[in-house]
């Protein structure tokens, strides 16, 4: 276990519960984490936090994992690859708890407590009255030998609690929040164990971030609380301290927690639709981190630019739109078979160069290959219009002339120009419109060339008579 222990390495972790998919949120402080990491040389390591028996599911492990690997946020230690610090499924890690477990119990610092459920409730409605705020009484925390042993006659499983030090201050130096200060008299004695014998959260997350040699901690600050009693319990361990970061909550557009309300908020949503890693990390990136670049950074180089003292406590806004601005910047970037096979459909590379520029998502690409070569959907108000106002005979003569032209656009406007004396956007909206279906798209004439000309000539012939 001590390899790995060089007293100067940066080493993070992303410490997921696997009880469902990799959102985005989490996937952002796995990335930041990771960035610290490579930006220091130092090691990333991957903790499945899975102690929640009935939560937990070895299939959002592996998604997990998955998803991860597909972004590129690799680890250097994880329960696939093992490491020095193993096992890396808290699952596996019982035996480690239970014996510090034992050692708190006989140095006094946690006590076997045999509250039940109504008891506990009754007190806190108690404490409530008296306009207390609710923490546990102490009821467990003095019982003799005796008592407890008549309690256990009863046949009553106890947790095992925390025995909280009295006036102690608690303080550490937060990376994203700065100095924290918190009085142990405000926390009230908590659960380490519980009653069927597996370790909570709290302990188990503060105990494997030290035993694995963790040196910053990142994680969202719905944890900033937590971390007074982690340390408490460190310290009554003699167990060192990891340096802990809480950032910003990811939240919607509108300010609210991200949610399925948003729109797609899983990993695996993403990827399904086709946005690429490197889109996805150029936003991620930006979301509660300030950097130095504003403009598309390649993920090779990001861990450069990760700045963990710019990373920012205010809710970060996730906007879809942004991470399309990010695709589309990607997608400049990419060779013509790169796109063409993330396209997925073996397109001919004609069709792909036109397109490129045109879709956002693989699915932008369909119906650009029905223009190319399928049936156009029913045609938008304003195409009407601009073909109305062309009217039949524009269309009869564009038929005619397609017969001189052939596939050639350059060829076919100009005698469409000297026989109906349109020009400019009279004389090539219509054309669009009636042989696309749309006003706007790629450019007309290499467009024109992936046609059949019997498509072609059908598309104007059905505008040549009145409707
Ligand atoms: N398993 C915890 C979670 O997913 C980890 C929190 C932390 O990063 O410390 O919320
Ligand atoms: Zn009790």
Same mark, same amino acid.
Not at 134 to 150: I, K, M, W
Not at 296 to 305: F, G, I, R, S, T
Not at 345 to 367: C, I, K, T
Not at 423 to 445: C, V, W, Y
């Given at each position: 276990?001590?390899?790995?222990?060089?007293?100067?390495?940066?080493?993070?972790?992303?410490?997921?519960?696997?009880?469902?998919?990799?959102?985005?949120?989490?996937?952002?402080?796995?990335?930041?984490?990771?960035?610290?990491?490579?930006?220091?040389?130092?090691?990333?390591?991957?903790?499945?936090?899975?102690?929640?028996?009935?939560?937990?599911?070895?299939?959002?492990?592996?998604?997990?994992?998955?998803?991860?690997?597909?972004?590129?946020?690799?680890?250097?230690?994880?329960?696939?690859?093992?490491?020095?610090?193993?096992?890396?499924?808290?699952?596996?890690?019982?035996?480690?708890?239970?014996?510090?477990?034992?050692?708190?119990?006989?140095?006094?610092?946690?006590?076997?407590?045999?509250?039940?459920?109504?008891?506990?409730?009754?007190?806190?409605?108690?404490?409530?009255?008296? $306009?207390?705020?609710?923490?546990?009484? /102490?009821?467990?925390?003095? %019982?003799? +030998? #005796?008592?407890? !042993?008549?309690?256990?006659? *009863?046949?009553?499983?106890?947790?095992?609690?925390?025995?909280?030090?009295?006036?102690?201050?608690?303080?550490?130096?937060?990376?994203?929040?700065?100095?924290?200060?918190?009085?142990?008299?405000?926390?009230?004695?908590?659960?380490?164990?519980?009653?069927?014998?597996?370790?909570?959260?709290?302990?188990?997350?503060?105990?494997?971030?030290?035993?694995?040699?963790?040196?910053?901690?990142?994680?969202?600050?719905?944890?900033?609380?937590?971390?007074?009693?982690?340390?408490?319990?460190?310290?009554?361990? $003699?167990?060192?301290?990891?340096?802990? /970061?809480?950032?910003?909550? %990811?939240? +919607? #557009?509108?300010? !609210?927690?991200?949610?399925? *309300?948003?729109?797609?908020?899983?990993?695996?949503?993403?990827?399904?639709?086709g946005?690429?890693?490197?889109?996805?990390?150029?936003?991620?990136?930006?979301?509660?981190?300030?950097?130095?670049?504003?403009?598309?950074?390649?993920?090779?180089?990001?861990?450069?630019?990760?700045?963990?003292?710019?990373?920012?406590?205010?809710?970060?806004?996730?906007?879809?739109?942004?991470?399309v601005?990010?695709q589309k910047?990607?997608l400049e970037?990419?060779?013509a078979?790169?796109i063409s096979?993330w396209l997925g459909s073996g397109d001919s590379p004609d069709f792909v160069e036109l397109v490129r520029h045109n879709v956002v998502l693989p699915a932008d690409a369909s119906p650009w290959r029905a223009v190319v070569c399928g049936e156009l959907p029913p045609l938008g108000k304003e195409e009407q219009g601009v073909i109305a106002a062309a009217g039949p005979a524009f269309f009869a003569a564009a038929a005619d002339a397609l017969d001189q032209s052939s596939l050639d656009l350059k060829q076919l406007t100009t005698i469409l120009k000297e026989r109906t004396g349109r020009k400019g956007a009279d004389l090539f909206m219509p054309l669009r419109a009636a042989l696309t279906g749309q006003i706007h798209g790629p450019e007309l004439a290499p467009l024109l060339k992936l046609m059949s000309p019997a498509m072609v000539r059908h598309r104007l012939k059905s505008h040549a008579q009145n409707s």
């Amino acid at each position: 276990m001590s390899a790995s222990k060089d007293s100067s390495a940066v080493i993070t972790r992303f410490a997921p519960s696997p009880t469902g998919s990799l959102h985005l949120g989490n996937a952002r402080t796995a990335f930041f984490s990771h960035l610290w990491a490579r930006k220091s040389g130092g090691r990333f390591i991957l903790r499945i936090e899975d102690t929640d028996v009935a939560r937990s599911q070895l299939r959002f492990r592996d998604e997990l994992m998955a998803e991860m690997r597909w972004l590129g946020l690799t680890w250097d230690e994880g329960p696939d690859i093992g490491g020095p610090s193993a096992p890396y499924s808290q699952a596996e890690r019982g035996e480690l708890y239970q014996s510090l477990f034992a050692r708190l119990a006989a140095d006094g610092e946690a006590y076997p407590c045999y509250c039940t459920a109504e008891d506990l409730e009754l007190s806190r409605k108690l404490q409530r009255m008296a $306009g207390k705020p609710p923490r546990y009484a /102490g009821t467990c925390r003095h %019982l003799t +030998g #005796a008592q407890r !042993a008549a309690q256990e006659a *009863r046949g009553l499983k106890p947790t095992l609690r925390f025995a909280v030090p009295n006036d102690r201050i608690i303080e550490f130096i937060d990376v994203v929040h700065g100095p924290q200060r918190v009085a142990s008299s405000d926390i009230g004695d908590f659960i380490i164990r519980r009653d069927d014998g597996t370790a909570a959260f709290f302990f188990c997350n503060a105990v494997d971030d030290s035993a694995m040699g963790i040196t910053q901690v990142l994680r969202g600050d719905d944890h900033l609380t937590n971390t007074p009693r982690q340390l408490m319990m460190l310290d009554a361990l $003699g167990l060192r301290r990891p340096a802990y /970061g809480h950032v910003g909550l %990811l939240v +919607g #557009a509108d300010g !609210a927690p991200l949610s399925k *309300r948003h729109g797609s908020t899983s990993v695996q949503e993403f990827r399904e639709r086709g946005f690429l890693p490197a889109a996805i990390l150029n936003q991620l990136l930006r979301l509660g981190h300030t950097g130095d670049v504003d403009g598309w950074l390649a993920v090779a180089d990001m861990p450069a630019h990760f700045r963990p003292e710019h990373l920012g406590r205010a809710p970060a806004r996730f906007d879809e739109s942004q991470l399309v601005h990010w695709q589309k910047e990607t997608l400049e970037r990419m060779s013509a078979q790169q796109i063409s096979s993330w396209l997925g459909s073996g397109d001919s590379p004609d069709f792909v160069e036109l397109v490129r520029h045109n879709v956002v998502l693989p699915a932008d690409a369909s119906p650009w290959r029905a223009v190319v070569c399928g049936e156009l959907p029913p045609l938008g108000k304003e195409e009407q219009g601009v073909i109305a106002a062309a009217g039949p005979a524009f269309f009869a003569a564009a038929a005619d002339a397609l017969d001189q032209s052939s596939l050639d656009l350059k060829q076919l406007t100009t005698i469409l120009k000297e026989r109906t004396g349109r020009k400019g956007a009279d004389l090539f909206m219509p054309l669009r419109a009636a042989l696309t279906g749309q006003i706007h798209g790629p450019e007309l004439a290499p467009l024109l060339k992936l046609m059949s000309p019997a498509m072609v000539r059908h598309r104007l012939k059905s505008h040549a008579q009145n409707s």
